[in-house]
């Protein structure tokens, strides 16, 4: 069974410092990957997604990521944060089987300033 | 504005009572889809609709039932059958080209449910 793993539940940057937020992922064929942001109590907003075409992915706020299949990871960077960046971050992978959306459990982006 | 609303954003309910959460969205998406989130956690399937009058249960469906009478509704009932039904519910839609794994979802605002 697929699976996706976010290899850590917090991460404080300081403003104006690069973000690395890290993802694994398992699949058995070229997944669709995505990462959503989540503000508190808010829903959730789409920040890019890969389905298999340019492995560089851009997305809204100056976030990016990289599809690595040899290392079966989706990790979402930006170069400098922004106060506003500070929310809830989740990977997600669709299910080679079900075709459904397997989240990560997520992690809190903290911007110090 | 196209988008997607999810009332009310507060609930309290009472054990043993059932609840119903409104999801509307009038962006003519074709699928629409309920989550359940917990602290810590990923978002959960509850249950998702790629038509109207027909919808599928997703990975934790007990306790759970749904319609889908309009294409631009897709209301969630908490049955008292759900024994932890406290959590933050959430409603998402997709334009869908028949692979729901592909497709954008659109989230709601989101329902924040507790029992008291």
Same mark, same amino acid.
């Given at each position: 069974?697929? &699976?996706?793993?976010?290899?850590?539940?917090?991460? @404080?940057?300081?403003? /104006?410092?690069?973000?690395? $937020?890290?993802?694994?992922?398992?699949? @058995?064929? @070229?997944?669709?990957?995505?990462?959503?942001? #989540?503000?508190?109590?808010? /829903?959730? #907003?789409?920040?890019?997604?890969?389905?298999?075409?340019?492995?560089?992915? +851009?997305?809204?706020?100056?976030?990016?990521?990289?599809?690595? +299949? &040899?290392?079966? &990871?989706?990790? $979402?960077? +930006?170069?400098?944060?922004?106060?506003?960046?500070?929310?809830?971050?989740?990977?997600?992978?669709?299910?080679?089987?079900?075709?459904?959306?397997?989240?990560?459990?997520?992690?809190?982006?903290?911007?110090?300033? | 504005?196209?988008?997607?609303?999810?009332?009310?954003?507060?609930?309290?309910?009472?054990?043993?009572?059932?609840?119903?959460?409104?999801?509307?969205?009038?962006?003519?998406?074709? *699928?629409? !889809?309920?989550?359940?989130?917990?602290?810590?956690?990923?978002?959960?399937?509850?249950? !998702?609709?790629?038509?109207?009058?027909?919808?599928?249960?997703?990975?934790? %469906?007990?306790?759970?039932?749904?319609?889908?009478?309009?294409?631009?509704?897709?209301?969630?009932?908490?049955?008292? *059958?759900?024994?932890?039904?406290? *959590?933050? !519910?959430?409603? %998402?839609?997709?334009? =869908?080209?028949?692979?729901?794994? =592909?497709?954008?979802?659109?989230?709601?605002?989101?329902?924040?449910? =507790?029992?008291?």
């Amino acid at each position: 069974a697929q &699976s996706v793993t976010q290899l850590d539940s917090h991460v @404080s940057v300081s403003e /104006g410092t690069p973000v690395l $937020l890290r993802c694994n992922y398992s699949s @058995s064929y @070229s997944p669709s990957l995505f990462w959503y942001v #989540q503000h508190p109590n808010k /829903g959730l #907003q789409l920040l890019l997604k890969y389905t298999s075409a340019a492995t560089l992915v +851009k997305g809204i706020n100056g976030f990016e990521a990289e599809f690595k +299949k &040899s290392e079966t &990871s989706f990790h $979402l960077t +930006k170069p400098s944060a922004h106060m506003s960046d500070a929310a809830e971050y989740f990977c997600v992978v669709s299910d080679d089987n079900t075709d459904k959306l397997i989240f990560g459990t997520g992690t809190r982006l903290q911007v110090f300033p | 504005d196209g988008g997607i609303t999810q009332s009310p954003k507060y609930l309290f309910r009472k054990e043993g009572q059932n609840v119903t959460l409104s999801c509307e969205q009038n962006l003519n998406h074709d *699928a629409m !889809y309920w989550y359940r989130q917990d602290p810590g956690q990923g978002l959960r399937l509850i249950y !998702y609709s790629q038509i109207v009058n027909d919808f599928q249960k997703g990975d934790i %469906a007990e306790g759970y039932s749904v319609s889908r009478e309009k294409k631009e509704s897709f209301p969630l009932t908490v049955t008292s *059958a759900q024994k932890n039904p406290t *959590a933050f !519910y959430l409603c %998402a839609s997709s334009i =869908t080209s028949g692979r729901i794994g =592909t497709d954008t979802q659109y989230f709601g605002p989101g329902t924040r449910l =507790t029992v008291l």
